[in-house]
């Protein structure tokens, strides 16, 4: 596979993550909390970076390919951090769990009830060979950072082969 092969492969992969979630949100009826929103944005960054990557901006493909990785280990950490939270692991951002109850007095409790978003980060909605869509989401992104990283590290196929990448030892 050629070095722009694997771009291409690491942009559509984020965007077919895109369309699964848009998919689950808008045919499965699964709203997304706001960690589930958070995870959206890389791999949106990382198709729109191999777009750029293979296209008007191929000269600065390690620089983007490199972004991309980026873009994607931040997406499986956030992926992770959310997984851990629906796992009780660690406790999330005031706003999106549960409120602890014993903490609060009856009023303070109903205000934070009636402020908290509906959807919570700290519920598992759906999962799959025992594994969350957050941490499939982890999962799935550090497999999409190891082909950007791939890609990084591949050199350009010379002016004038169609393409085709050097040969070493030849």
């Known amino acids: 596979m050629t070095v722009y092969g694997r771009t291409f492969l690491a942009g559509a992969a984020s965007a077919l993550m895109l369309l699964a979630a848009f998919g689950f949100q808008y045919l499965g009826g699964l709203a997304p909390c706001p960690m589930c929103l958070w995870q959206r944005w890389p791999h949106a960054a990382a198709a729109v970076l191999a777009v750029l990557a293979v296209t008007a901006f191929w000269r600065m493909h390690r620089t983007l390919a490199g972004l991309g990785a980026v873009a994607m280990l931040v997406s499986a950490a956030l992926g992770f951090y959310h997984a851990g939270v629906e796992q009780g692991w660690w406790r999330g951002l005031s706003g999106c769990v549960a409120p602890d109850p014993s903490a ?38 550090l497999g999409i950072a190891v082909v950007w ?9 010379a002016a004038g082969t169609g393409g085709a990448e050097p040969q070493q030892g030849k």
């Open 104 to 141: 609060l007095s009856a009023d303070a409790l109903l205000t934070q009830i009636l402020e908290t978003d509906i959807v919570r980060c700290d519920e598992i909605p759906w999962s799959f060979l025992g594994l969350s869509m957050a941490a499939w989401n982890a999962v799935v992104s």
């Open 149 to 157: 990283i791939w890609s990084a590290l591949s050199t350009l196929p």
